[in-house]
């Protein structure tokens, strides 16, 4: 029988796989493959480098790490942004919400404008702002200079579980209706974020993302890695919250300042219901 899941296309997940036909070798899709590339890089928060593990000492500790190093800009890493108590909290609190099937054996739940990728186009219709529960993580944002005049204009929340196989392919995050920071509170489980290039095909850089940390991705992290998340990364349940903002052409001076001001101003009463089965507000991976 067909199993029921939510993927599509070359999308799969534990429960679909065996039903699926296989992509012959030459589709041209850059798929994760359990072996890899072979230059794995480990991303070190406080040199902002990766760094190649080399033998048993793989990378050492900071400052003392050994071995070969690239440049890794554009990630600033929030360690225990939430206390254990406040995840506890998020989690009841984000359980009373029903989730919604999505790809690769994720679920999820989006608040945030209906958006057209492929005309370009917003509709705010279905946009009531960001759920209540979030205020308190929005406030303690302002806190942070890296998050400096950040306003989030949406929040998806994502569900990962082994059970499911649950993963994310490679992507960018569209450019056109997200700004230049996009934020995750990584709940419930480490994982780890894998930043691929499609001009560099041997390389591979691993952000560790330890439980409770906020992790935002801007810069080159951002504009030339696309992020993804193995299925053997994600060990138990995982909770993401990822917050995004608007870019300029929406912000006061751009194109759509209108828009944005709108879009702001709902996401901002912390009013919000999550949008339906039919309503993703993004493109998924
Ligand atoms: O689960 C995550 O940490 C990342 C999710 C993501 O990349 C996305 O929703 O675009
Ligand atoms: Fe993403």
Not at 83 to 105: A, H, I, M, Y
């Given at each position: 029988?067909?199993?029921?899941?939510?993927?599509?296309?070359?999308?799969?997940?534990?429960?679909?796989?065996?039903?699926?036909?296989?992509?012959?070798?030459?589709?041209?899709?850059?798929?994760?493959?359990?072996?890899?590339?072979?230059?794995?890089?480990?991303?070190?928060?406080?040199?902002?480098?990766a760094?190649l593990?080399?033998?048993?000492e793989?990378?050492?500790?900071?400052?003392?790490?050994?071995?070969?190093?690239?440049?890794?800009?554009?990630?600033?890493?929030?360690?225990?942004?939430?206390?254990?108590?406040?995840?506890?909290?998020?989690?009841?609190?984000?359980?009373?919400?029903?989730?919604?099937d999505?790809?690769s054996?994720?679920?999820?739940?989006?608040?945030?404008?209906?958006?057209?990728?492929?005309?370009?186009?917003?509709?705010?219709?279905?946009?009531?702002?960001?759920?209540?529960?979030?205020?308190?993580?929005?406030?303690?944002?302002?806190?942070?200079?890296?998050?400096?005049?950040?306003?989030?204009?949406?929040?998806?929340?994502?569900?990962?579980?082994?059970?499911?196989?649950?993963?994310?392919?490679?992507?960018f995050?569209?450019?056109?209706?997200?700004?230049?920071?996009?934020?995750?509170?990584?709940?419930?489980?480490?994982?780890?974020?894998?930043?691929?290039m499609d001009?560099?095909?041997?390389?591979?850089?691993?952000v560790?993302?330890?439980?409770?940390?906020?992790?935002?991705?801007?810069?080159d992290?951002?504009?030339?890695?696309?992020?993804?998340?193995?299925?053997?990364?994600?060990?138990?349940?995982?909770?993401?919250?990822?917050?995004?903002?608007?870019?300029?052409?929406?912000?006061?001076?751009?194109?759509?300042?209108?828009?944005?001001?709108?879009?702001?101003?709902?996401?901002?009463?912390?009013?919000?219901?999550?949008?339906?089965?039919?309503?993703?507000?993004?493109?998924?991976?």
């Amino acid at each position: 029988m067909e199993p029921k899941c939510a993927c599509k296309g070359i999308r799969t997940c534990l429960a679909c796989e065996n039903f699926k036909p296989k992509e012959p070798p030459c589709s041209g899709v850059h798929k994760f493959n359990e072996q890899g590339p072979q230059k794995k890089y480990i991303y070190c928060d406080s040199c902002k480098k990766a760094w190649l593990p080399s033998g048993e000492e793989g990378i050492g500790q900071h400052p003392n790490h050994i071995g070969q190093s690239i440049e890794f800009l554009g990630i600033e890493m929030i360690r225990d942004f939430v206390t254990e108590e406040e995840e506890v909290w998020l989690r009841e609190e984000v359980d009373k919400t029903p989730w919604v099937d999505s790809q690769s054996g994720r679920r999820k739940q989006d608040y945030g404008p209906k958006v057209n990728f492929k005309k370009r186009k917003l509709r705010m219709s279905v946009f009531s702002g960001m759920p209540s529960l979030s205020r308190m993580l929005v406030d303690r944002m302002s806190l942070h200079s890296v998050l400096d005049g950040f306003i989030p204009v949406e929040l998806c929340n994502l569900e990962y579980t082994p059970e499911r196989g649950s993963s994310i392919d490679p992507h960018f995050d569209d450019f056109w209706i997200w700004g230049d920071r996009l934020v995750t509170l990584n709940l419930l489980s480490d994982t780890v974020h894998t930043m691929t290039m499609d001009s560099l095909p041997d390389v591979e850089v691993a952000v560790v993302l330890p439980q409770r940390s906020l992790i935002v991705v801007g810069g080159d992290a951002r504009y030339k890695w696309k992020h993804g998340i193995h299925r053997f990364d994600i060990t138990s349940r995982r909770l993401a919250m990822t917050f995004r903002e608007l870019p300029s052409a929406y912000l006061t001076g751009g194109e759509h300042a209108d828009v944005g001001a709108e879009l702001i101003k709902r996401s901002l009463t912390f009013n919000g219901v999550a949008v339906g089965a039919g309503d993703s507000n993004k493109a998924e991976q």
